[in-house]
């Protein structure tokens, strides 16, 4: 039994090592909400995905925090013990939505519980190994010097697999710049939805560069699109900021908006 006791939140900004940009724009810093959630003399940690701003996502930092504060602590109170953390997702459930809010409490609730069991979260969850490959995602870089430059670094640290962020300009040129330079590279490329179907032309130009997947290309509420630009491309679409539930995954998937998704506990957990 998890019998919890208290729950604080942290905002904490850190400087990022290189600006990171992707097609929502550039960011130099990090905005973090850190959970913590005490439970017999034990604390857990959970992070807050959510952005500074509304961009890749309508959740924020400061909504985040609001709807913690005002409204899942409340339900908290009044609801301190807890078999599991899976319990959890039935007393948020009054609350629409705020799947990040709601997945850093889950995150620090299961913290917590693999705490009191002694045992590591990733056994807990059902994983089996202790170690699993790494990607890197790289964002938009000012020329295509500095993107090989950048991409180069980042394999000699031993990163198997890289992710180009792209937008309308800076797509088919980066691409075939790396895969030229680097032929047996585990590639794909990452739109965050900047295009629409009127650029179906130039994505079924990144066909020709072996690409693992194609992310997110689309607007993030469209799966009827994703479907209609799948059914074009031989590369495989992935959905990220388009899949908010196990509900929506199970619409794309059947729809054939994707044939990859990628999964986020925090945009997707509570």
């Not at 889950?106 to 913290?111: I, Q, R, T, V």
């Not at 980066?174 to 179906?200: I, M």
């Not at 997110?216 to 799948?230: I, K, R, T």
Request: some cysteine; aromatic content about 8%.
């Amino acid at each position: 039994m998890i019998r919890l006791e208290r729950l604080s939140l942290f905002l904490v900004e850190l400087p990022l090592v290189s600006p990171f940009a992707t097609s929502f724009g550039e960011e130099r810093t990090k905005q973090a909400l850190l959970v913590a959630l005490t439970a017999d003399g034990v604390m857990g940690w959970g992070e807050c995905v959510a952005g500074s701003g509304p961009w890749y996502s309508w959740e924020t930092v400061e909504t985040a925090r609001y709807v913690i504060s005002e409204h899942i602590r409340p339900l908290l109170s009044g609801h301190k013990a807890f078999e599991h953390p899976c319990d959890l997702g039935r007393v948020l459930a009054p609350i629409r939505g705020h799947a990040m809010a709601k997945a850093a409490v889950e995150a620090a609730l299961w913290d917590i519980y693999a705490r009191l069991q002694r045992k590591p979260l990733y056994q807990l969850l059902g994983g089996v190994r202790e170690a699993v490959p790494a990607g890197v995602s790289v964002g938009i870089q000012p020329d295509i010097p500095t993107l090989l430059a950048t991409v180069e670094s980042f394999l000699s640290e031993g990163y198997p697999r890289v992710k180009l962020k792209i937008k309308p300009g800076w797509d088919v040129e980066p691409v075939r710049a790396v895969r030229e330079r680097f032929p047996d590279l585990l590639l794909s490329v990452d739109a965050n939805g900047a295009y629409t179907l009127e650029d179906r032309s130039t994505l079924r130009e990144l066909d020709r560069y072996g690409l693992l997947m194609l992310e997110q290309p689309l607007h993030f509420e469209d799966l009827l699109e994703h479907a209609e630009l799948g059914r074009e491309l031989s590369t495989p679409i992935c959905l990220d900021e388009s899949i908010t539930s196990a509900r929506r995954a199970r619409e794309a998937l059947e729809l054939g908006a994707c044939r990859i998704i990628n999964v986020k506990q925090g945009r997707v957990g509570g």
